[in-house]
């Protein structure tokens, strides 16, 4: 079989994908190997994810699947006692700030919804497992060999191959990419359940809806999600360096009901009545980076080359917006343009590389420095951290912004991009150069279940 452009992995990176390129009149093939609905953690939208939506003319769609609407995060800082907002925003032409709203989703409605949208504007859905990459003479990616759910291989021949494998990382794996680092965040471990009986706070609109994301922080790397998926379930989650919960012997269920209550005093108040409806959810290690993500005949997209930490939902975000910003690049590639380059993506590349990166500074100034964030919040940088918490940290947004520059200084950090493999230092508030022995080119990704069966045996 042969695609012009053939994605492998139909979450929302590669359905986001498949329908930009179709509104450019490329039909693309997706590779997706599991049945949908399928259960899929990141519940929470940015404002920009909300417009990317509506750009892909799915509002309606979102709107007629009742998604809880998002006013704003709320995070609450130790002990309950004081908390800080920050709105859903959007940018006119202008670029003048103002107030906006975006979803919360359930994602295994969700993703199936975007696939089957990417399915009826014309790309062709293919279930099956890509197992191995094929590369051409000239050591790009040619398409891949994969596995039908009847064990039969096939090759499938590609110009050019998006990798929307979100952590399971295919061509980071393969080694067609530069080497996988373990992030800054590497050591923690999210355990999540839906829930029902959960307090939401009781307003329509703004600060107070019903339907915003709700953050608590207990201590440094100890936090907390609440985020409402529909009318009656929360999606609430935990977060905590996982050698405490190795300490703790318990089950990964024990741990987060006992645990639970103790992150902070509204959770506690928030959660006193609440009954879990299915079961308690984990993945440890869910930090990292694959270094030179793109190459001739390849892009790897959103979580294929990249994930730093759940905290301020900026996953889909990314996932998304990277599969809006690589169209181009796709499309004068597919023309035979920079076909003779080394690496005909550098500069889409370092783009992306660049907005992680000014995330990555933000959330590591909030772990090193939370009550130092907390005024910025309110105060000195407050529009332009409204901006960061809406997704918009990419060059083309006016970024690094001041705050971003200040949180450098403060972390004592310099992001230097004058060499084309420093396009992006590994650093992170928890990265050390002795760790640097834990890049990781040649060890095989861990399940979450093979990290458990490990870890409580
Ligand atoms: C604890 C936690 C909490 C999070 N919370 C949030 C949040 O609140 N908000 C947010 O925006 N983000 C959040 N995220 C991040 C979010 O889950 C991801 O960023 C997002 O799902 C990435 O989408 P994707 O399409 O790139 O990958 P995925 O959604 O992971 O999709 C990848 C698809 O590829 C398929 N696939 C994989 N390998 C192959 C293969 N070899 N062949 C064929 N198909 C394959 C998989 O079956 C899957 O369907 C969270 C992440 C974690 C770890």
């Given at each position: ?35 949908f ?16 939506l ?14 809880p ?12 006692k ?11 032409e ?68 998006l990798?929307?494998?979100g ?25 999540f ?14 600060e ?25 379930i ?30 902070n ?16 959810h984990?993945?440890p ?7 030179r ?50 690496n ?15 995330l990555?500074?933000?959330?590591d ?15 000195r ?17 006016y ?19 004058e ?22 080119p ?6 979450t ?9």
């Open positions: 079989m042969r695609a012009e452009v053939l994605i492998v992995g139909g979450g929302p990176g590669g359905s986001a994908a498949a329908m930009f390129l179709l509104k450019e009149r490329i039909q693309p093939v997706i590779l997706e190997q599991e049945e609905p399928r259960f899929h953690i990141g519940e929470s939208m940015t404002g920009e994810a909300g417009a990317l509506r750009r892909l003319g799915l509002e309606d769609a979102m709107t007629a699947r009742n998604y609407v998002k006013h704003g995060v709320r995070v609450f800082g130790e002990g309950g004081n908390s800080w907002f920050i709105p859903v925003s959007a940018r006119n202008r670029w003048e700030l103002e107030s906006g709203t975006t979803w919360q989703v359930r994602r295994s409605d969700f993703d199936g919804m975007m696939l089957d949208e990417a399915a009826k504007r014309g790309a062709t859905l293919i279930r099956g497992t890509a197992v191995k990459a094929l590369l051409g003479e000239d050591g790009g990616v040619r398409g891949v060999t994969m596995r039908h759910p009847d064990g039969c291989l096939e090759d499938i021949e590609s110009t050019m191959l990798d929307c494998t952590m399971a990382t295919f061509l980071g794996n393969q080694k067609v990419t530069g080497p996988k680092y373990l992030g800054s965040y590497d050591k923690q471990i999210a355990f359940a839906h829930v029902k009986g959960a307090v939401r706070d009781s307003g329509d609109a703004g107070m809806a019903r339907d915003n994301t709700v953050i608590f922080y207990e201590k440094k790397y100890h936090w907390s999600w609440f985020i409402p998926v529909d009318k009656e929360t999606s609430i989650g935990l977060v905590v360096p996982r050698a405490k919960f190795i300490e703790s012997k318990q089950t990964p269920q024990e741990f987060f009901l006992d645990y639970l209550p103790q992150i005093p509204d959770l506690e108040r928030r959660i006193a009545g609440f009954e879990l409806v299915d079961k308690v984990v993945i290690n869910y930090s990292y980076q694959v270094r993500f793109c190459g001739k005949g390849f892009i790897c997209i959103g979580d294929a080359h990249r994930f730093i930490d759940p905290i301020f939902s900026f996953g889909l975000s990314a996932t998304m917006r990277e599969a809006e910003f690589a169209i181009p690049h796709i499309l004068s590639y597919l023309k035979g343009e920079r076909r003779a380059e080394e005909p993506f550098a500069g889409h590349m370092l783009f992306c590389e660049q907005g992680i990166d000014n990555e500074d933000m959330v100034l909030f772990w090193e420095q939370p009550f130092a964030f907390a005024t910025f919040v309110h105060q940088y407050r529009s332009e951290l409204i901006d960061a918490f809406a997704g918009r940290v990419y060059a083309t947004e970024q690094p912004s001041t705050a971003i520059l200040a949180f450098r200084k403060m972390l004592k950090r310099e992001r230097g991009y060499h084309e493999d420093d396009y992006s230092i590994p650093i992170g508030s928890r990265y050390h150069p002795e760790r640097a022995a834990l890049w990781a040649d060890s095989p990704v861990e399940t279940e093979e990290w458990l069966n490990s870890n409580l045996a």
